[in-house]
């Protein structure tokens, strides 16, 4: 019998440098993150990627690849990043921040059309006010939506709003195309971040989510919180100072008002109380327009 003889996997060339490109910027970079590219238009990804131009490198080769140019770092602690990496994923290479990388990918996502099946985001409202439809299957295509109508001028305009497409719900043909004839864009297209790593601290960051007008809620919510407590306590710095002597202020004026030898505690008591509520009425009004 012959002797088997074993056969060599054949490696492109083409494979080689490009394992070799991505390796090369894996080690020269601070952040490697992983981003979905899925159900993004040609034209859409090639003005991103043109966007992120000076500020990071966008690659999108096939998964395997991406793989192993996690393995040339030999790093134990990417692991888990490496299950991040799926079909239709895009790699990208900055010495941004890793959140700093991820806001700049969801600041450039644009508006998109809604398709006929797509599952609504959140509720997809159709405002009031006057449109460019002129009369014709337009009306009957809005009455069966409930989109109540007048006619002004030969244009159809919409008295009231109406929504149309509920969170969760998936988007009909006749939603879509009435959304679609109104310039009406509900989704928003673009890289969504996944997960990085970062090279200098050998950390990974999973389940990236950057809700840019989430978090200035949120510390607008705290801000109302904390500058009433802070006086309540007597905390003294520039910002709570002038409400603190303010609140003494008050408290003088309201035990003036009594002959504290002839009146009770308990009437003295309940006119201070009910001075500060006043106050921290007033404060609470002024730290909340303070915010804006």
Request: glycine share 6%; net charge positive.
């Given at each position: ?55 990071a490198v966008v690659k999108v080769p ?197 002959d504290v030898s002839s009146a009770t ?28």
């Amino acid at each position: 019998m012959k002797p088997k003889v074993a056969h060599k996997t054949h490696v492109s060339k083409r494979k080689v440098e490009n394992l070799s490109e991505l390796t090369k910027l894996a080690k020269e970079n601070r952040t490697i993150l992983i981003a979905s590219i899925k159900n993004i238009p040609l034209s859409q990804y090639q003005e991103i990627s043109k966007k992120l131009r000076g500020k990071a490198v966008v690659k999108v080769p096939k998964k395997s690849i991406i793989v192993r140019t996690i393995d040339s770092l030999g790093e134990k602690s990417t692991e888990e990043f490496k299950e991040k990496i799926m079909e239709s994923t895009a790699i990208l290479f900055s010495n941004m921040d890793a959140f700093e990388l991820a806001a700049e990918l969801v600041n450039k996502r644009s508006p998109a059309k809604a398709k006929t099946g797509q599952e609504a985001l959140s509720d997809i409202e159709i405002p009031a006010g006057p449109t460019d439809l002129i009369p014709g299957p337009a009306i009957s295509e809005l009455g069966a939506l409930g989109i109540q109508i007048q006619i002004d001028k030969g244009k159809i305009n919409i008295k009231e709003p109406k929504i149309i497409v509920r969170t969760g719900e998936k988007i009909s043909a006749g939603a879509a195309d009435i959304m679609n004839k109104l310039g009406i864009k509900p989704f928003l297209v673009g890289f969504v971040p996944l997960a990085a790593f970062d090279t200098k601290e050998k950390k990974a960051y999973l389940d990236i989510k950057v809700d840019r007008e989430g978090a200035i809620s949120e510390l607008k919510h705290s801000f109302t919180k904390a500058l009433p407590f802070a006086i309540g306590i007597g905390y003294a710095s520039k910002d709570t100072i002038r409400f603190i002597l303010q609140k003494a202020a008050v408290n003088e004026m309201a035990l003036k008002k009594f002959d504290v030898s002839s009146a009770t505690k308990k009437d003295l008591k309940e006119e201070v109380v009910s001075n500060e509520e006043a106050q921290e009425h007033e404060l609470n009004i002024e730290s909340v327009s303070g915010t804006d």
